[in-house]
């Protein structure tokens, strides 16, 4: 079946670049996209990738898909307080229009 | 453009008791999918609505229901609540088969 993997936890250094990692299972994912939730609220769209693409640079976010190892990061550069947060990694799959998530990654900003 | 609308915030419940949350989605969009987020299980899809009919539907018992308004809102209804209901649900809408953009969700706490 369909499974979204990630790690739960990453800790970076205030100015650090942070990386998020990724793996999937179905490689019919159309999109694969990147949400940020901040505690007590809902959850915000930061980037998305088409499955046809490798790369796509949005500002201080990079998102890098390897379709072969079916991989997905997301880069952060200059990691600030302010992107404290859990970080979930989604694919949506053919014409099944809900989105399979990964459990989070509770990105730690250290001063 | 406004985004997407849930009501209310916050819910209390008793259990036994039935409970209808609210989503407006962006204007234009036609799509509305919820989710259910717990500690435990994370975020699990409950059911997607697409112009008032029901496309796709997760793995929740029956007592969780929907419906789709001509004007794309939906609602989402939940009857004899149990304990484990207690949750954030997050409301998603699209445009039919693309990026899902959420509202910042209704926390239920059902005592």
């Known amino acids: 079946g369909e499974d979204v993997e990630q790690s739960l936890f990453l800790s970076v250094r205030e100015g650090d670049s942070s990386v998020i990692n990724c793996t999937y299972t179905?490689?019919?994912?159309?999109?694969l996209y990147w949400y940020k939730q901040e505690p007590g609220a809902g959850l915000q769209l930061l980037t998305y990738i088409f499955s046809n693409m490798d790369m796509k640079q949005d500002q201080r976010l990079t998102v890098l898909l390897n379709k072969k190892d079916k991989h997905l990061s997301l880069r952060i550069a200059d990691t600030q307080t302010g992107d404290s947060a859990i970080y979930f990694c989604?694919?949506?799959?053919?014409?099944?229009?809900?989105?399979?998530w990964g459990a989070g990654t509770k990105l730690i900003i250290k001063p | 453009k406004a985004g997407v609308t849930q009501t209310p915030r916050y819910l209390i419940k008793t259990r036994g008791q039935q409970v209808t949350l609210s989503c407006s989605p962006i204007?234009?969009?036609?799509?509305v999918s919820w989710y259910q987020q717990t500690p435990g299980q994370g975020l699990q899809f409950l059911f997607e609505?697409?112009?008032?009919?029901?496309?796709n539907k997760g793995n929740f018992p029956g007592r969780f229901s929907g419906r789709q308004f001509s004007n794309s809102r939906s609602e989402m209804n939940v009857s004899t609540l149990e304990l484990g209901d207690s949750a954030l649900y997050l409301c998603a809408s699209s445009r039919g088969e693309d990026i899902q953009y959420f509202g910042a969700g209704t926390r239920l706490s059902v005592l």
């Open positions: 989604a694919e949506s799959i053919g014409s099944n229009y809900q989105l399979i």
């Open positions: 204007s234009g969009h036609r799509s």
């Open positions: 179905d490689s019919s994912s159309t999109y």
């Open positions: 609505y697409f112009s008032e009919t029901q496309r």
